[in-house]
Nanobody, 118 residues
């Protein structure tokens, strides 16, 4: 599977964005999907993950209640809805495919930049 992330941009604090990740290939529904982010000077961190059927998801504590991950297997896409954005959410966001329970993701998209101004 190949992944293409989009939807990043500049938004004011308190605003919202929706990130999209389009997947190519016929095996998208075989993968658990996740969104990671990496801020300047910081390590990459897991933001949210969703099981291959969409029946289970998990979030980093820093985004719980503000972000929501979803997927549409018919469209080979995964989304990250980000609300109540804060300047500390500023980062390059990456979508990834892998195994949620193992915490192992071996296919990555190219990243999309989210900048939150105060």
């Amino acid at each position: 599977v190949q992944l293409q992330a989009s939807g990043g941009g500049l938004v004011q604090a308190g605003g919202s964005l929706r990130l999209s990740c389009a997947a190519s290939g016929r095996t998208f529904s075989s993968y658990d999907m996740a969104w990671f982010r990496q801020a300047p000077g910081k390590e990459r961190e897991l933001v949210a993950a969703i099981y291959r059927t969409g029946g289970s998801s998990a979030y980093a504590d820093s985004v719980k209640g503000r972000f929501a991950i979803s997927r549409d297997n018919a469209k080979n896409a995964v989304y990250l809805y980000m609300n109540g954005l804060k300047p500390e959410d500023t980062a390059v966001y990456y979508c990834a495919a892998g195994v949620m329970t193992a915490g192992r993701y071996n296919t990555w998209g190219q990243g999309t930049l989210v900048t939150v101004s105060s």
